[in-house]
């Protein structure tokens, strides 16, 4: 019979892959690599009351607001976005808050190509056995054009 330490931390590494699964699942769908995301298939892996914010994007709470902000953001016609050096942790059963650092390649609608880095924060809420993000704040730390770099320019 297995000890509940061994059980509980199992369920820890579970839970954290998990949560790794949904923020690259989430970088999959904003990413199409045509500029168009999949804001139907976004919104369900967020909380009914969720929220999503970005400084010069503004603040949407809701399944619903984040699902039409995805299907209305047009700034792009190509983004990748990269997500790395992930720090979760799990503060509960049914409860994470995660900080990922972004490393963004993208392309304008008026063919500006552009370097952008940033971080989320993000909090994490388990519902019915499915880790689903209920919190993304998106803190840009450069934007900048491909042709200048950060070490020129470091905003736009």
Known sequence: MLSQEFERRMQAIEDLEAIKKL??????LVD???GVSH???????FTRDAIWEAEGLGQFKG??????FFKEADAFLFQV????QPIIEIDSENNAHGRWDMWLPATTKDGKA???SGLEEDKYEKVNGEWLMSEVKVVVIFQT???EGW???RFL
């Open 23 to 28: 923020k690259y699942r989430y970088a999959h």
């Open 32 to 34: 199409v690599g045509d």
């Open 39 to 45: 804001p139907e298939e976004l919104a369900q892996l």
């Open 63 to 68: 399944r619903e607001a984040i699902k039409k």
């Open 81 to 84: 976005h990269h997500f790395l």
């Open 114 to 116: 552009l370097w952008i």
């Open 145 to 147: 054009p491909f042709e």
């Open 151 to 153: 070490h020129k320019r």
